[in-house]
């Protein structure tokens, strides 16, 4: 069985790393990344979970597969990274778009009622001024701006319910 | 008074499971009340009968007293058990218990009234000679509040009067963010307990959180069950509690105690009560309020002491003579820390959601006071906490140890919970020390986040990479025209074999 | 000696877990041993290693001395646990360690060679003045040991040489009987010690079971740690135990336990040890064997002293003296049930296969040493247990109850357990009033396996109907055409809710 | 929305007895049992499971469909009965079949290994008389004949393994 090639690329890296996966048959592999290979035997229990054994090692690991990232649950560390393997490096790398620079948009960091809208479309703010008061599970959460500008949108009104990533305000 | 037969519980998640567990054993029947937004909960599975008492918002339901009333009705309970929060430390809804004949698990309305309005405890506690934080009555406007506190100087606290938990506390360190402290205060007592006053106390030096159980019976006779450390607070709730705590020496704790039961005392309280005391760098010690209800913390006294107190409240409930008259010595030592549904990294940001998979631990001496259950969605509408865990061992530095082993259990996917954070707790010299006072959590914070352990990471990778192979082995397995390239996979023959893959 | 830094766990199920938890707690890593039968079990998944050692059947896995101690020289452990069973009172495997230069975690050789081979230990414990159950030594012949049967009278037990735990164990009460029970004890006997040789002993009258657990150090102290009562047995395994023994007097527990330690002195014993007695109708005890190893039931003990019995297994595997240089008095009562994946309706035919659904019981004082999980298939080829829960509560009155409760809690689907039949135990008369000898579970077995309860039956046909309705409607909403002539359900909503359905 | 009828027969039962489901929308329910109407208020959860309120009273449902009766597990009881609809009655009472008298076929009750065969093919043998001697997890079971008769099919050999409902031993 051939080695197949993946593509890590953890928070705060420039870019991917090649990880290469050869299967040995009967749930082993031998897995090389950072020039190491290490002996893996892995079984699939539930859905998202691995038992792995790593050169002896025993690892319950857990999976998540977030919107971008894969979550990784390993002893009680939650590694999120992004994991592709030769055909989707090659689709990201293909359709790389270029991010809005310039503007914050706010957005739901969880479901829960607008109780205040702090700003106006207009108004200027400060770097860690309030813009809105979202109250979720009996606590109010102040959501403040990262930048300083100026309000150009702003998605809610007070009373309202908001889903999880739903647009809010955002500053220019 | 007569046994009681069938309790109705006005409360949700973990607290109405853990009362509801200790009537079954006392062959006591239960009746669930539930919003619309809990008809799935564990709570409502484990009942023997169950009503919905309205829409999500709890003033809508869990805080209906007519409504709960007219379920204790239907269904032929004789005593309603209020948990904490909700209509718990509600006194009118004690007397609408009362009129209605139905029992009230808790203390009479008169001492709820003298020590529920959380002002009027302080002017109560005053007058019985119990040392008190300086501070002021309940304040109408936030320019007599600002002056106030200019006046005893910053640090200050902003609490509400109708109740506790945290909920509509506020430390204000700078007077810029007085207003809008102020503010969300008074927002946030109003929804949680229908009363929007708020007053001031002065924020101690290094203040320590320890408050003593007290239990009063209806023959006059009042004792404590020692004492709960519980300095360790996020955004003034608790989340490590322990006892003993690490700072008190005997002599405190019969002191404490003494003070305790004269507080309870000076408003003939009956039932489970909790007097809560700051204790300063000095170690000395002022009240600060009292909790007429069970405590959210209650199991590490259970576990250092033997009682049940759920089993008390009851039986004091039916006129029994509380069994035992003195403090018990407290055996061995335990922890409990609070599993919330948030995100320490986020500013402990709530996540509600569905919980897609669970393992609580077990073992020696490990307890999980629990609502939630794999498969479970965590409804946004009420408090984060989804479990309370606890431990027991002879000594403080073995429940530490117990414990960390304990959370290198706890798996809970789909939310995110504080389950790594709390872990750091119990790994932190301060921690570990003893020594911690309420501004522990703060102060740390970004060592508890947790640094990352590059050779976890490195196994994560590796990790993800056979993972990533065994999704496109199965995606593969699954097309009709696979590509043939490679080798068949053991992966599908256990999807075949039955596994929920 | 020096401090035990990694740990070899030759065992598996609940007890590996168990060992694992402890030495996690130390801060001691720990090695796991499987059989390809348990790939998947979770002691594997828990260990911070783990090394296949060969094929399902023990004696080419759990039983290889060779294998075993290769894997910890490979892991670099310094010391074996070896659980119970398998090679826990194997002398040959403790000589082996020792040659290897690894820590046994266990008595010497020396004394495991006086108590393992039980005849042996009948004589040593006649010369040190224990009394003892009149008995043969391993007899070579049926012939032979059929005389003897008559000549003291039915009913006799045949009983395993080699090991215990009620393997290759057999109550003949009927001479017919007697030798096909021969030929199956001997042949169970050599499938679980590898040693076929059976004896025999005289069948006491209502007997009761009950034992001593007792701890030597290696500075020559041995104490004992009270008793447990064991007599609910079915084919001579224990079901129940609790802890203290309803039947014994303060006077009696001393006694026993004076006579256990003169048992244990008589063999330089050190670790941790059990002395089993019979206790006849006269309550007269007879020493039976002793048990050269931790006790499955071993949880009740910890629960009434505080003791976790494997940390001190390991501190005196370290050189420690005893922490405790006599008997601790009992602190409450504790019970432990074991639930095994068997159908007692069925004669407690073993039930192997995969668990779909599990949920375990929780709340104050309830301990489930579990060694599965919801999904997890248990193997065919190993005892049926699956879990022991344990209770505490300050009375037995109380720990009845919430064992009770704690079983109504259990739920396992899947595979058949004995929850059910374990329940009833707890609302057994004869079980309540405590003096249960042991015939009580052979005795009682019609009553234990239950009646009908109409409302139940007649609720579980609506709740059947239900289901089937929900089922169909699934189906058809999964169908291209489906009936149009039903309304939309809500079922169908609920499984693009994401809900696994 | 109409009424569909259910077939439910308890163990013991010689007919069927009709099972009333009138749907009520929002997961409610009017279910008619025995001469009596209930509330039903039901909501799925897990595969297998129903959270229900019947007239107020509380009942976590497990279910677990065999190859002929569905168990039904509610507070401890497990009740194990025969419940289908309206057509599958229909297609019952179609294929009714005589089953073959005066044969007993013992079958493996799990999966394990033949350790002893105690019978021979021809041999007489008494109700009660063992037949074979089946170990599983580390206990012999011997099965025993439910009825007296000569031994006609012996299935299975000495130290095979065998799985659950295996054929083993026929007498007649």
């Known amino acids: 069985m051939g080695t197949v090639r993946y593509h890590a690329k953890l928070p705060g890296q420039k870019a991917h790393a090649p990880v290469d996966v050869q299967p040995r048959g009967g749930g082993r592999y031998a897995v090389t990344y950072n020039g190491k290979t290490r002996e893996v035997d892995a079984l699939g229990l539930e859905q998202g979970t691995l038992s792995l054994l790593v050169d002896g090692q025993s690892l319950s690991a857990e999976f998540e597969q977030g919107n971008e990232l894969l979550a990784v649950l390993l002893r009680g560390q939650v590694t999120k990274l992004d994991i592709v393997n030769d055909r989707q490096l090659r ?20 479901p829960g009622k607008v109780v205040k809208l702090l700003a106006k479309v207009g108004d200027e703010v400060q770097a860690g001024q309030g813009l809105v008061v979202v109250e979720a599970m009996k606590m109010e959460n102040e959501l403040k701006a990262t930048r300083a500008g100026r309000v150009t949108e702003i998605h809610v009104q007070e009373g309202q319910a908001v889903e999880n990533n739903a647009k809010l305000v955002a500053v220019e | 008074m007569a046994k009681i037969r069938k309790v109705l519980v006005a409360n949700r998640g973990e607290i ?7 009537c079954k054993e006392l062959g006591i029947s239960t009746v669930a009340v539930f919003s619309e937004a809990d008809r799935s909960a564990l709570f409502v599975r484990c009942a023997d009968e169950a009503y919905c008492v309205g829409p999500a918002a709890s003033r809508e339901s869990y805080l209906r007293q007519d409504v709960i009333l007219d379920v204790a009705k239907r269904s032929g309970a004789d005593a309603i058990h209020p948990g904490y929060g909700f209509l718990s430390e509600n006194a009118s809804f004690v007397r609408a218990c009362e009129k209605a004949g139905v029992t009230f698990i808790g203390p009479p309305a008169s001492a709820m009234d003298a020590m529920g309005e959380k002002t009027r405890a302080r002017a109560n506690m005053i007058k019985a000679g119990v040392p008190v934080v300086p501070g002021t009555d309940a304040l ?63 924020f101690l030096d290094k203040p320590h959180h320890v408050e003593i159980q007290v239990f009063g019976d209806t023959h006059g006779n009042v004792i404590h069950l020692n004492e709960r450390e519980c300095s360790a607070q996020r955004r003034h709730q608790k989340v490590v509690e322990e006892t003993p705590s690490p700072i008190l020496t005997p002599k405190m704790r019969a002191e404490m105690g003494e003070v305790a039961v004269r507080a ?63 403090a018990p010595t407290p055996n061995g030592h335990s922890i409990e820390v609070r599993v919330y549904a948030e995100d320490p990294a986020q500013n402990f940001m709530p996540s509600p ?51 960390k082993r304990a959370l290198s259990e706890y798996m809970v996917k789909g939310i995110t919970t504080n389950v790594r954070y709390l872990s750091a707790i119990m790994d932190n010299p301060e921690f570990r020390g003893g020594d911690y006072d309420t501004g522990f959590l703060p102060r740390q914070h970004q060592a508890l986040l947790g640094r990352e352990n590059e050779h976890l990471t490195e196994l994560s990778v590796i990790a993800a990479a056979v993972y990533a192979h065994t999704q496109d082995e199965k995606r593969k397995a699954a097309l009709p025209a696979a590509a043939a390239s490679t080798a068949p996979s053991r992966w599908r023959s256990f999807s075949v074999a039955g596994r929920r893959t």
Chains 1, 4 share one sequence.
């Open chain 2, 353 to 403: 959601g569905r919980i897609t998979a669970l393992h609580t631990p077990s073992g020696p001496n490990i307890r999980d006071d629990s609502g939630v259950y794999a498969g479970y969605e965590v409804p946004r509408f009420y408090d984060p906490m989804i479990s309370k865990l606890s431990v027991w061992a002879p000594t403080r530095a073995e429940a530490i140890e117990r414990m």
């Open chain 2, 140 to 202: 109408s406007s936030v320019d007599e509040a600002r002056a106030f506190a200019q006046k005893v100087d910053f640090p200050v606290m902003l609490k509400a009067a109708g109740g506790g938990g945290g909920k509509g506390m506020r430390k204000v360190e700078d007077p810029k963010e007085f207003d809008s402290a102020w503010r969300s205060a008074k927002s946030e007592a109003m929804g949680a307990f229908g009363n929007d006053a708020v007053y001031i106390e002065k």
């Open chain 2, 264 to 326: 309870a005392r000076a408003v003939n309280y009956v039932g489970a009560g909790t007097v809560e005391f700051l204790v300063d760098s000095a170690r000395k010690f002022y009240f600060l309020e009292m909790n007429t209800r069970l405590q959210v913390e209650h199991p590490v006294t259970e576990w250092v002491t033997g009682v049940d107190l759920v089993r008390w409240q009851i039986q004091i409930a039916e006129g029994a003579k509380l069994p035992l008259l003195q």
């Open chain 2, 16 to 22: 109405a499971l853990r009362v509801m567990r200790t």
């Open chain 1, 91 to 110: 689709m990201r790398a293909a359709s790389a778009s270029f991010a809005a620079e310039g503007k914050q948009l706010l957005t739901a960091p969880m």
